[in-house]
């Protein structure tokens, strides 16, 4: 009896010290991270698996103007979804972290607000001038010409472009909240027990998020999205660390929606939808890892030298944030 009692104790012993930490009750930050990252994922996944099966079936029997709402619509739901995953993510992370979830860089201040839309701005600032150099290194052709959304009619082009708009922001968001405020900072405090220094720390933070960041887009484009994607984290992590808010990586990543409308990358296949644009590419050589990745070079380093520029001129100081680190 007293030997069951013993074995007992030693395996409840085993699995603290995999689950907490040494010095406080909180669970380690490796499931800090893991715990978020399975629910937030898992509604997300389950959300874009639903639409891979179903939405097919709800777009066939409708005419063409019909098919353009209906595709509005799941781009709708997909927003909806996608939110509530990472809103999730957030919940379960500050449960597990014990913070609020304004730590995690949420506030409706003024400042947010003015990183965000500072954000948007260099996210545009450097997908237009990766189209540049798309023209300059003789990859493409630039025109000047007014496009839509790939609907006949201003009110349903409307209604689709607000839906896409709402699906785009809401995914930068979701993965900011995951890969940034979530895994960077966690991932950072973990390193910070094993008496790792705090620059050390987030920086092997962001090595850590960087690749995970880009595997998540692995099924939507295969290694060449993994590459790029993981290119981009950069840019994004960077806007986190130097700021502790996710405003700033949120508007980056989402004013990189120029790009995609400068190059009418598609955001829906049947019915085709793009987001229009004033300047459009043509005569595009065929896309090759390479050439993706020396874009998105470009558009790291002109995003870096802009989101510094930013952060010194509002935050008066360029350096990561105690809020990441503390």
Known sequence: MARSTIDGDSRSGVADRLL?????????????????LAVGLGIYVLAHAAVELYGGDVLAPLADESAVLGAA??????????????????????????????????????????????????????GLGT??????????????????????????GTVVLVAMLAFLLANTAF????????????????????????ATAVVGAVAVSVPVFGALHLLGGGIGAVVTSAIGGILFAA????????????????????????????????????????VAITDVLEPSLLAGVELWLVRLAIGLAL??????????????????IS
């Open 20 to 36: 907490y930490g040494r010095t406080d009750a909180r669970l380690r930050a490796v499931w800090r991270v893991l715990a978020p």
């Open 73 to 126: 619509v799941i781009f709708a739901a997909l927003a909806v979804a996608v939110a509530a995953a990472g809103l999730a993510a957030l919940v379960v992370a500050a449960k597990l972290d014990r913070r609020s979830i304004a730590d995690y860089g949420f506030d409706r201040s003024r400042r947010w607000r003015r990183d965000f839309l500072a954000g948007a701005a260099i996210g545009a600032a450097a």
């Open 131 to 156: 189209v540049g150099y798309l023209a300059a290194r003789g990859y493409a052709t630039l025109t000047v010409e007014l496009t839509g959304v790939g609907a006949d009619s201003a009110l349903v």
């Open 175 to 198: 993965e900011e909240i995951v890969f940034r405020a979530i895994l960077v900072t966690n991932a950072a405090e973990g390193f910070r027990s094993r008496s790792v220094g705090a």
């Open 239 to 278: 806007a986190y660390v130097l700021t502790g808010r996710l405003a700033l990586p949120i508007g980056v990543h989402f004013g990189g929606i120029v790009f995609v409308s400068a190059t009418q990358s598609p955001l829906s296949a049947e019915p085709e939808l793009t987001l229009p644009s004033l």
């Open 307 to 324: 989101v510094c520029v930013w952060v010194r001129f509002a935050y008066g100081k360029l350096s990561i944030t105690e809020r990441v």
